[in-house]
């Protein structure tokens, strides 16, 4: 497994951008799939997007489907996730997840399919 931290979260207001960060440590990180997820107060954990391990491929939520996109620089072991037209029901703790594209299912949404988290970072969208 990899060890992963995010960065990038803050508070902003509706209508801004803000792209997150997640560093992975190790020589086997770009042989990861890698995903976001985020987790809002008393609601499950949810899948955002998913980036396959050349950074070719990727498949997203359909709630943020043309807001968010999902991104990789292997040379710099980091994910991205860029955050656009941020509304107050983004609200959330973001994580980012990864798993060896060996044993990732391709088009899988859930926890499982993940073996490798982050600690998460918060972001917070004012009205």
């Known amino acids: 497994q990899v060890q992963l931290v995010e960065s990038g979260g803050g508070l902003v207001q509706a209508g801004d951008s803000l792209k997150l960060s997640c560093v992975g440590s190790?020589?086997?990180?770009?042989?990861?799939?890698m995903g976001w997820f985020r987790q809002a107060p008393g609601k499950e954990r949810e899948f955002l997007a998913a980036i396959n391990w050349t950074g070719g491929t990727t498949y997203y939520a359909d709630s943020v489907k043309g807001r968010f996109t999902i991104s990789r620089d292997n040379a710099k072991n980091t994910v991205y996730l860029q955050m656009n037209d941020l509304k107050p029901e983004d609200t959330a703790v973001y994580y980012c997840a990864g798993r060896h594209q060996l044993r990732f299912s391709w088009g899988e949404s859930s926890l499982s399919n993940f073996d490798s988290w982050g600690q998460g970072t918060q972001v917070t969208v004012s009205s």
């Open positions: 190790g020589r086997t990180f770009s042989s990861y799939a």
